[in-house]
């Protein structure tokens, strides 16, 4: 009984333990893996699709840039992407190049 009474202590403050800097890593990660979600929901083969160069940007929008296959089945090219949210997320394709920018260095920079 004792021996659990001193595991589960040393877990509670393994947990209270961690450095700032540890959780911001661990928040990045996060929203670097929500940011990849949702850009997954906008390509044709999401499981293929290939991520590089990822940070968060100003606010926390994820930011990056994704290689997807098009419905040939060949990858296009790394493009940048932003993903603030499901229903936000954009990808260098979806609109014209001076408004990606726009959106870039608003929300990426």
Request: with cysteine.
């Amino acid at each position: 009984m004792r021996l659990l009474i001193t595991m589960a202590l040393m877990l509670v403050l393994a947990a209270c333990g961690k450095s700032a800097e540890q959780r911001q890593r661990e928040d990045m990660a996060l929203l670097n893996s929500q940011g990849e979600k949702y850009v997954r929901e906008k390509v044709l083969e999401p499981a293929q699709a290939q991520f590089r160069n990822q940070f968060i940007g100003k606010g926390g929008a994820p930011c990056g840039e994704v290689n997807a296959k098009d419905a040939f089945g060949a990858y296009i090219g790394f493009q940048r992407y932003i993903s603030v949210a499901r229903d936000l997320t954009l990808l260098a394709q979806d609109v014209s190049p001076d408004e990606f920018e726009a959106q870039w260095k608003q929300l990426c920079r």
